[in-house]
């Protein structure tokens, strides 16, 4: 299989677990690029369903190699809990999983002051933040105090770490929340740090290795394109890079190395958290879409919004991403749908719209402009063939494929692996 780049194309949850594991049979390393454990990816395989936070969705294929690149935030605690709950279930990671050296380090401060920070924000500009940690290591990152996984294991880690425990610390005094301590953190992240050095490596010069040897490679996104912090609904986005720039920035690969951009959507629309959301539904419909898609957080178990499939969306995530191919999931959800909605356009103080526009304000004032379509009203959940789609279910896809200007490559009608139809991936 080609090079390929896989991204969420809507507001993350849509289905990226699955696709990776599938086409993760089709490649040689899976490379997690962007994100920390506040993304979750929900992977079944028979009657067992596994969620992952950072382990890449291919450590269930046991001949693949599984990276977590550069450009991901990593907390090594979280990692080996994770890692021991993989082998639990039987899969064994050694030689399989490495974690880049450059790999910046979440540590408990980092938690501290993402929960202080949205406490003190009022309701409404609320960000829904994991309170993972996640935004403040990026911060320290692009600040140039952040810890990497080099410095987690050099013999100089306490030295440096006690500098950013003193810094956070007053920025916790600062925002009115109890400080952090030193020595439990020293101790833990120390026996952390034996335990994942096995794990680290330098994985730029690692997957470039797999790149010259003809290796094929996924590169693996975390949340969707509109929590990308540079295009997504800011403020109401993650802090890294989601899209598929990210995956070079974040591995160490050269753009002329990737072959393809597969972009992931489910055959409607959520989000997790707060901020606009032009196509929510809080009606009937939009319970019945939770209901049957069993939406429900991975990382937070919170209930996810729900909607009708976002078509400005959509073309946004297909032009920042350069996206190839659709991967469309959940169709199934819609079986029991009289009548399907497609938002082809937003308004907004008379004005249309046909992308997403910059200014939060203006996306949460923006109504939808729809399309409707007749629901099929049967079930697709055992279809193994495009052509056995009923009719209304084809033209819904073709028409969703049409209006967005992408191919379809894979459409999945359930959760397992045994429920996805190859078009053309």
Known sequence: ???TVLI???????????VIDVLTEDVDMVVRYQGGNNAGHTVKIGDDTHVLHLVPSGIFRKDKVCVIGNGVVVDPVALMEEIQGVQDKGVDVAGRLFVSDRA???????????????????????????????????GDKVSRIGLRFADL????FAERLSLNVREANGILAGLGADSVNEREIVEQYRDAAARVAPLVADTVVLINRAVSEGKSI????????????????????????????????GTGVAPHRIDRVVGVIKAYTTRVGEGPFPTELRDEIGALL????????????????CGWFDAVVARYAAMVNGVDFWAMTKLDVLDHVETVRIAVAYECDGKRYETVPAHGDVLARCTPVYEDMPGWLETT????????LPAAARAYVNRLCEITGVKL?????????????RVEL
């Open 104 to 138: 910046h380090v979440v540590f408990p401060y980092h938690r501290a002051i993402d929960a202080a920070r949205e406490a003190m924000r009022s309701e409404g500009r609320k960000i829904g933040t994991t309170k993972r940690g996640i935004g403040p290591a990026y």
């Open 409 to 421: 490559g894979l459409l999945s009608v359930g959760p397992s692996r045994d429920s996805t139809l």
């Open 1 to 3: 299989m080609p090079n």
């Open 290 to 305: 939770g209901r049957e898609g069993h939406e429900f957080g991975a990382t937070t178990g919170r209930p996810r919004r």
């Open 153 to 156: 294991l050099d013999e100089r």
């Open 381 to 388: 959940s055992s279809v193994t063939r495009m052509d056995d």
């Open 8 to 18: 969420g194309a809507q507001w993350g949850d849509e289905g990226k677990g699955k």
């Open 218 to 249: 996924l590169f693996e996104g975390a949340q969707g394109t509109m929590l990308d912090v540079d295009f997504g609904s800011y403020p109401f986005v993650t802090s890294s890079n989601t899209g598929a720039g990210g995956a070079c920035s």
